[in-house]
């Protein structure tokens, strides 16, 4: 059983075109979130969402906008996609939205931007 | 604010031999502690963490780590390496305070020779 998913795994998209990256869990966790990581392995936090609230929203570009439908799902949807943005985008969940709270990451969504 | 440094982008040990990898923070108030392990093509996974209480705590996979406050490090060590620990390894710090907001070091490869 997959707790954290995301879809697609990898994600081949021209400069300008607009994509959207799923994410679910399925462990009845509050918390989820969205993390960047760049080619130099570099992972920086975008955003948080507890029981559908956003709670942290780093300085990210707006074309960036997270949606959360329910507490076992947060999509990423970038528009106006740029080169900068290929990275490995990874959904986190946790059970609280305390620090203390231990964090599951899914797969990863490998995104290349041509 | 909060930073991490690892000290060593890679790190290469035999098997069986002692693994230590180094992990300093910044922080102004006493902080939340944190090992994450990634293995290829793969999300991260806890290994141990460190809140309140004993300093030296125990992990997964035979890992530990010490909160050294005057030192301001959190080092991961292991007695005997083995190839299975060849992964990425990252080092977090976060505020109890905040909202989940974890802070990422920028990662050591740990490569085992056999």
């Known amino acids: 059983d997959t707790a954290v998913s995301q879809t697609p795994k990898y994600l081949v998209t021209q400069m300008g075109n607009d994509k959207s990256i799923k994410c679910e869990q399925n462990?009845?966790?509050?918390?989820m979130y969205w993390y960047k990581q760049d080619s130099k392995k570099f992972l920086k936090i975008m955003f948080s969402y507890n029981n559908k609230e956003l709670i942290i929203n780093e300085t990210v570009p707006n074309r960036f906008s997270p949606k959360s439908p329910d507490k076992a799902h947060l999509n990423l949807h970038i528009n106006s996609l740029e080169l900068g943005d290929s990275a490995v985008y990874f959904c986190?969940?946790?059970?609280?939205?305390?620090?203390?709270?231990?964090?599951?990451f899914g797969p990863g969504t490998r995104l290349t931007v041509t | 604010a909060q930073s991490v440094t690892q000290l060593g982008s890679h790190v290469s040990v035999s098997e069986g031999a002692l693994v230590l990898l180094r992990c300093n923070y910044s922080s102004s108030v006493p902080p939340y502690l944190f090992w994450y392990v990634q293995y290829p093509n793969q999300g991260l996974q806890l290994l141990l963490k460190y809140t309140t209480g004993a300093t030296l705590v125990k992990g997964i996979n035979g890992f530990e780590a010490e909160f050294k406050k005057s030192e301001t490090s959190f080092h991961l060590t292991k007695p005997s390496a083995h190839m299975s620990d060849a992964a990425e390894y990252f080092c977090?710090?976060?505020?109890?305070?905040?909202?989940?907001?974890?802070?990422f070091g920028s990662g050591t490869r740990l490569s085992i020779r056999p």
């Open positions: 462990l009845g966790h509050d918390t």
């Open positions: 977090a710090v976060s505020d109890p305070s905040s909202a989940s907001k974890i802070i």
């Open positions: 986190a969940s946790s059970q609280g939205s305390g620090a203390v709270y231990e964090q599951y």
